[in-house]
C-alpha cells in the first residue's frame, strides 16, 4: 500500500516536472513575442492574441498586430517544433544507441538531411515556377529520407556481433559526415551564387524564413512523430539494458527500432529543410532532464521536447536581441552554448560510473 | 513443457552444437554443466529465443519460439543473461519494473515490493543501479525476471538463467538457489548455467553434461555425476566425495593431480 503511494508519487513529481516545464515555456514565448527590434509589450501581445480569438481589448496599433501575427508568431512556432523536435530525438535516438553521446548530428541525420536537402535546392531553382509549391512538400520529405539513409548506414556500419559499439558508432558518425560535408561541397561547387547563399544562411540555422505557410508542416511532420515517440517510452527503458535483454521482456526490437528511426529521421529531416543546421540541442537537452530527473523515458521524452523548445525559443530570442536590428543565426547560439557543454560532457564520462 | 528437438547450430560451417535435444518440466531446476566453449551459452540463447537455428526446434508449451510474438514469449519466458550493462543513470527500481514491460498485472506495486523482499533488494529501491556491487546488482537483475514470471498464470512458466550466481559470495548463492528452489512450487520450470559443481548436485533436479557442442549425459543428478563421465567432461580429474552428514555428494578435485605434478611442483605445494 505505501509503495503503490510511492509510485504515484513518482508519476505525480513526474507529471508537476512537465507542468513547469510547460508554464516555463508558455512565459518564455510570451516573452519572446514581445522582445525584439519592434517594441510590442506583453499586455499588448496578449491584446492582440485575444483580438484573433474575437475579444476586443484595444491596447495595440495595427503595426503591432502585423509584426506580431506575421514574422514573430511563425518564427516562435517554428522555433518550439523544431527545438522541441530536436530535444525529443535526440533523446529516442541516445536511448536506441544505447550511447549518451548521440547526438542527431553526431550520427549523420543532420548531415544526411542536409545533403538531400542542398542536392534538392540544387536541382529544383529558387526561380522556377515549381519552386514553392514543390519545396514546402517536397525538400521535408527529400531531407528525411537523406537523414534515414544515413542513420541506418551509420548504425549498420558500427554494430558489431549484435552490439553497438560506442567508438564504432562515432567513427561511423565522423566518416558519414565527413563523406556528406564532402558530397555537399561537391554539389555546392556546381550550384549559382543565389543557391550558394541561401545555403550559407541555412547551414547556420535560420529562423528568419519562417513563414506561416510552412507552420502547418512542421506542426504534422514534426509533431505527429514526435507525439508517437512519447508512446516508445517503455520500450527505450528496455532497450537501456540492451536489445537481447529488451526482446527477452517481450520488446519486439526490430520494429521498435525501425519505427524510432523514421520517426526521428522525419523530425530532423523536417527540422532541417526548415531552419537548416541546429547543433546540440538534442545532445545537451536530454542530459539535462537525466542528470536533474533521472533516466526514467516516461519523464525524459515530453520533458525534452518541452525542454528543447525552451533552449530553441531562448537562443532565438537572444539571437533576435543581440545585434538589434540584425540578427545572429541561431546555429551559432545554439553551439556557444552546446560546445562547452559537450567538452564538460566528454570530461566527466571518462570520470564518472554512471555511464560505465 | 518446454522442448528442444535436434538443435543444431554454426558458426562459419563450424558446429557450435550439434544435435541437442532437452526437455524442462514446470517445477524442475534442470543445470547445464560442461568445461568452456562446450556450447553452453549458445545452447542457452537458441532456447531463450534469442538466436534462430537453421535446424531443430524450440517448443514452449507447444509453441513453436519462433511463431509466438516476443511479448507472450515474455510471458511464458524470463531470461537473465550474464553480463548486462546500463548506460543511463536508472534507480534499482526502475530496473526492476522494467520486468513488468508486457505484464497485464493489475496489482504491479504489490508484486514489486514482494519480489525486491524475496531477493532481499527492497533496501537498494531508491539506489542508482550502476552504482551497486556486481552481487547487487545481479540480485536486482533476479528481481525483474521474477516480477516477469511471478504471477499465476493457466500455462507453466520458465526461467533461463546464464550463471546467476557468478559474482556472489557463497551464502548469497545458496541465497538465490533457495529462492529459485521456491520457484518450483509456482508451475515454473527452471534451466540455469552453472559452473560451481556442488551448487548444481545441491539444488538441481535434472542436470545437462556438455561437451564440444553435445549433451554427453543428461538426467537425475546421481545418475549423471559420474566420475568417468565428469573426468571426461571436464577432462580434469574429480573426486566424488560421500558428504558425511547429507549423504548427498560433493565434487573435489581428485587428489590424482597432485601425483602427476612433477617433483618439483610437488616441492612447492609442499612448502605451502
Given amino acids: 500500500m505505501l509503495i503503490s503511494t510511492l509510485h504515484t508519487d513518482k508519476s505525480k513529481s513526474q507529471n508537476l516536472i512537465l507542468l513547469v516545464f510547460a508554464i516555463s515555456l508558455t512565459l518564455l ?3 519572446s513575442l514581445s522582445l525584439g527590434a ?5 499586455s499588448q501581445s496578449f491584446s492582440i492574441l485575444m483580438e484573433q480569438l474575437g475579444i476586443h481589448i484595444g491596447l495595440h496599433s495595427i503595426q503591432q498586430e502585423n509584426v506580431l501575427l ?6 516562435i512556432i517554428m522555433a518550439t517544433m523544431v527545438g522541441g523536435g530536436l530535444g525529443i530525438a535526440g533523446a529516442s535516438l541516445q536511448g536506441m544507441f544505447r550511447n549518451p553521446l548521440v547526438e542527431p548530428g553526431l550520427i549523420g541525420v543532420s548531415s544526411g538531411s542536409a545533403l538531400f536537402a542542398v542536392i534538392f535546392m540544387v536541382l529544383i531553382p529558387v526561380t522556377s515556377t515549381l519552386f514553392e509549391p514543390l519545396q514546402l512538400i517536397g525538400l521535408p520529405f527529400f531531407a528525411f529520407f537523406g537523414g534515414l539513409i544515413h542513420v541506418i548506414g551509420v548504425y549498420k556500419l558500427s554494430k558489431s556481433q549484435g552490439k553497438t559499439e560506442s567508438g564504432t558508432l562515432i567513427l561511423a558518425g565522423v566518416a558519414i559526415n565527413a563523406l556528406a560535408g564532402a558530397l555537399i561541397g561537391l554539389v555546392l561547387f556546381f550550384a549559382d551564387d543565389t543557391a550558394l547563399r541561401s545555403f550559407t544562411f541555412w547551414s547556420l540555422g535560420d529562423l528568419g524564413g519562417s513563414v506561416w505557410n510552412k507552420i502547418p508542416i512542421s506542426l504534422v511532420l514534426i509533431g505527429v512523430p514526435s507525439l508517437l515517440l512519447l508512446f516508445q517510452h517503455q520500450a527505450l527503458n528496455a532497450l537501456a539494458l540492451g536489445e537481447q535483454e529488451a526482446f527477452h521482456m517481450g520488446v519486439n526490437v526490430q520494429r521498435v527500432k525501425l519505427k524510432l528511426l523514421i520517426y526521428c529521421a522525419l523530425i530532423v529531416g523536417t527540422g532541417v529543410s526548415m531552419v537548416g543546421m541546429v547543433g546540440f540541442v538534442g545532445l545537451v537537452v536530454p542530459h539535462l532532464i537525466r542528470i536533474l530527473f533521472g533516466a526514467d523515458h516516461r519523464l525524459v521524452l515530453p520533458g525534452s521536447f518541452l525542454l528543447g523548445a525552451i533552449l530553441m525559443n531562448f537562443a532565438d530570442l537572444v539571437a533576435r536581441i543581440i545585434v538589434i536590428p540584425a540578427e545572429m543565426p541561431i546555429g551559432v547560439i545554439t553551439a556557444l552554448v552546446g560546445a562547452p557543454f559537450f567538452i564538460w560532457l566528454i570530461f566527466n564520462l571518462n570520470h564518472s560510473k554512471t555511464y560505465a | 513443457m518446454l522442448r528442444a528437438s535436434n538443435i543444431h547450430y554454426c558458426i562459419k560451417n563450424r558446429a557450435i552444437i550439434d544435435q541437442m535435444n532437452l526437455e524442462l518440466n514446470p517445477g524442475e531446476i534442470m543445470a547445464i554443466l560442461g568445461p568452456n566453449g562446450a556450447g553452453k551459452s549458445t545452447f542457452f540463447k537458441v532456447l531463450s529465443g534469442e538466436i534462430a537455428c537453421k535446424q531443430g526446434t524450440v517448443h514452449y508449451n507447444g509453441n513453436l519460439v519462433h511463431q509466438l510474438k516476443p511479448k507472450q514469449l ?28 508486457s505484464s497485464s498485472s493489475t496489482e504491479p506495486e504489490n508484486l514489486i515490493s514482494e519480489i525486491m523482499e524475496v531477493t532481499n533488494t527492497g533496501h537498494l529501491r531508491e539506489k542508482a543501479f550502476n552504482y551497486l556491487s556486481g552481487g547487487e546488482k545481479q540480485r536486482v537483475h533476479l528481481a525483474r525476471v521474477l516480477v516477469q514470471i511471478w504471477e499465476n498464470k493457466p500455462f507453466p512458466r520458465f526461467l533461463l538463467l546464464d550463471e546467476p550466481t557468478s559474482s556472489l559470495d557463497i551464502s548469497q548463492q545458496h541465497a538465490v538457489l533457495k529462492i529459485l528452489d521456491k520457484l518450483k512450487s509456482r508451475n515454473i520450470g527452471i534451466l540455469l548455467i552453472l559452473h560451481e559443481l556442488n551448487l548444481a548436485i545441491q539444488y538441481a533436479d535434472k542436470i545437462a553434461l556438455l561437451k564440444n557442442g553435445t549433451i554427453v549425459k543428461t538426467g537425475e543428478v546421481n545418475a549423471v555425476m559420474e566420475k568417468e563421465t565428469l573426468d571426461h567432461v571436464f577432462e580434469h580429474p574429480i573426486q566424488l566425495i560421500k558428504n558425511p552428514y547429507t549423504g548427498g555428494l560433493i565434487v573435489s578435485s581428485s ?8 617433483s618439483s611442483k610437488l616441492a612447492y605445494y609442499g612448502n605451502l
Fill in chain 1, 29 to 31: 514565448i510570451f516573452l
Fill in chain 1, 38 to 42: 519592434y517594441t510590442i509589450s506583453i
Fill in chain 1, 70 to 75: 506575421q514574422i514573430r508568431l511563425p518564427r
Fill in chain 2, 74 to 101: 515474455a510471458e511464458i519466458r524470463a531470461v537473465m543473461p550474464q553480463h548486462s550493462q546500463l548506460n543511463f543513470p536508472f534507480s534499482a527500481e526502475e530496473v526492476v519494473r522494467l520486468g513488468l514491460i
Fill in chain 2, 255 to 262: 587428489p590424482e593431480i597432485i601425483s602427476n605434478l612433477s
